[in-house]
């Protein structure tokens, strides 16, 4: 194959894989929010309250992280449920934050449809809850999402903050909203923190 070839078989490639994320977007639900601002990659934003399935594991960040989606998936996709029972459609994002030095909870939101008591009931090591309604500033990045790019965002966010007068409420958490398989330039990651009323 020349050259030529080599080149267009890439840009066909990449074309499919574009469309591929583009109908991910289309067909996740994500939770609805409020817009109160936006400042280039910075965003303050007014949630609804919402139903999440968490579970928590120590270690790394990135240990954790793939030991608790697999057992998040197994509860919405029926694998492991006191009672079986219908499949839960997937979310975005998902949600992690370290909830003490080494242990880190990574929350699924329920579709908009559930409600505490419309969920299906959940093996004893997820918990389902109902998150309040908050306020959250929000900086919205592409990549991989290590360690690095997190803290580096974080720090960014906070910075950002400060200069608008907003304190924290809480901790950093984390927001993916791409399977592992999408591109790193092309996945979307965000730093989420809550913000304490004036």
Do not use: C
């Amino acid at each position: 194959m020349n050259a030529g070839r080599w080149i267009a078989a890439g840009i066909g490639l990449a074309a499919v894989g574009a469309a591929a994320v583009y109908a991910q977007y289309r067909q996740t639900e994500e939770p609805d929010f409020v817009l109160v601002s936006a400042d280039e990659d910075f965003e303050l934003r007014d949630y609804p309250s919402l139903v999440v399935a968490e579970v928590s594991h120590t270690g790394s960040r990135e240990r954790a992280s793939g030991a608790s989606f697999r057992r998040l998936a197994a509860y919405i996709f029926a694998q492991d449920r006191p009672a079986g029972g219908e499949k839960i459609a997937m979310t975005a994002p998902v949600l992690q934050d370290e909830t003490q030095p080494g242990e880190w909870r990574m929350r699924f939101v329920m579709p908009s449809k559930y409600t505490l008591a419309t969920l299906p009931p959940a093996p004893s090591d997820i918990t389902l809850t109902q998150m309040p309604a908050r306020r959250m500033a929000a900086i919205r990045f592409s990549g991989n999402g290590g360690a690095r790019d997190l803290a580096l965002m974080e720090a960014r966010l906070r910075d950002w903050m400060m200069g608008q007068g907003l304190m924290p409420a809480g901790e950093a958490e984390f927001a993916f909203y791409d399977a592992p398989m999408v591109p790193g330039p092309l996945r979307r990651n965000e730093v989420l923190i809550p913000v304490a009323a004036k």
